[in-house]
């Protein structure tokens, strides 16, 4: 607890000590006076009505009478105890019968003996009321005297403890300090406590340990420590730079010099910046430093392509951030950076054999697909025959997988050329209704199976793309494709054409299934499918539409809700 805050609190508890108090000390005074002034007002103004009555009733003349009535109506108004009203009310009787009667003996001393069960009732209750009242004055006083016992105490333990805690620390940090001038660094301080004194303590054992740790470091085993890192770094066959946290080349092994083509005194101490203007490898490798964590680990890094050992090679560049906590700290000081570059050489050419091989492989296939659907078609014209109930199904069936056949060999066609860079793009000026017509066009068939309808937008005088017409218009088909084996029979599938600024977006909106949040950002990649999907396929189709798309300088992207639907955006530029 803080020391301001211990003290407030102590103050504080006085102060409501004392309220308490002058509190409970009021309560109790009016408690007194309340039971005063009921006997006064409730019991004594009786017994002085009754001792009127009493002598009006001697006097026995018309005058007294009046008097007498005046006092028994002030005393109707004072009925204060039980039984009390009963009585009044038969002093009431006999007194309107002495009225008709004065001269009937009997009713003066009935009216006397009623009047004395009045004085006898209140001088009980005042009796009582007295008790009662001293009961009040012993309980206040207990009170009153236990609130000021506890006010005494807890001021005598504030006495006694609030100075030592305040100045005892004091001299103890007074005293380790003169053990540290002394140079006696192993001294600490122990009140590790969560006030003010234990922020200043923690600071002193820091600064304690960071002298101590000083005073023992050994200049022969820290050299020892550096020849066992550089030798270290220079027996890694992978290329390695190390910068410090002011962007200085603190080592480079001799693999990095090699493919550098700088040696290693032209290197080391020289600021990155300075080395980039000279050296276009180094300032490929500095430029993303210094990025955001999390940015860095997101962003897509293509392998980077270097002439090394007498051949072009292929590296993945992988950066390090090196991050230490210093002695008896907690946040993490960033001290600087580690640039591994790791030779994929070997795997690059494997996987340019792959490409090749699926593009021979798919480029051989789509002969004999052909030819048997070509073969299918012929089967069917009934010109060369008829073909029975089984044999149309077979044939359907043959039809279906041939079908399915060609469009995986079309797309592993495509990605093969995507991979291999030898994808040719015709991009001239291209009507976009032009090529969102054959695309609907081409899906036609596929919509009317499940009677899924088509709402087209777009506005008048829509100004030209520059665009690939076949391979845009292939994006388009694939897309809509998508929209409608996503969707649920008897659907509508909205499309849309909107300018936006220098560009023009190609909108397909569908109400289908949707997809869920944590797929969203994979649905591009080669090969994924989003789990639970309710048509086979070869993943490629939105891989490819991303490479098509992005390679004639457009963009594509999705906003999809789980359960509502999903609507792509392909953007293209316009004609200048």
Known sequence: MKIKTKITLGVGLLFILILLLGLVGGIYINALKADTENILVANYNTLDYARKMLVEMDLSNEKSLENFEENLVAQEHTITEIGELE????LRAFFNTFKLNPTDSLLKPRMRKEIYKLMEMNMHAIQRKSEHAQETAEFATFWIAATATLCFLIAFTLLINLPSNIADPINELTNSIKQIADK????????????????????????AEKLQEYNNSNLSKLMMEKKRIETLVNNMHDPVLGLDEQMNLIFVNEEATQIIGLKQPDLIGKPAKELALQNDLIRALVQDIGQPEQESKTKKTN??????????????KQNLQISITPTAEKDKVVIGHVIILRNITEYKELDF?????????????KTPIASIKLSLQLLENEQIGSLNAEQKQLVEGIQEDATRLLTITGELLNISQVESGNMQLSILPAAPLEMLQYALNATKVQAEQKKIKFELHYPENLPEVLADHEKTSWVL????????????????????????NDQLQFLIKDTGTGIAPQYKNKIFDRYFRAPGARKEGTGLGLAISKEFIEAQGGTIAVESTLGVGSTFCVSMPTEP
């Open 477 to 500: 088909t694939n897309l809509i494709a998508n929209a409608i084996q996503y969707s649920h029979d008897n659907d509508t599938i909205h499309v849309s054409i909107v300018p936006q």
């Open 184 to 207: 006696k660094y192993s001294e600490r301080v122990h009140f590790e406590t969560h006030n003010e004194y234990g922020d200043l303590a923690r600071s002193f054992n820091i600064m």
């Open 353 to 365: 054999a792959k490409t090749n091989f699926i593009a021979t492989l798919s480029h051989e296939f």
């Open 303 to 316: 392998p980077i392509k270097i002439y090394a050992d007498g051949k072009e090679s292929y590296f993945e």
């Open 87 to 90: 009585v009044t009310q038969q």
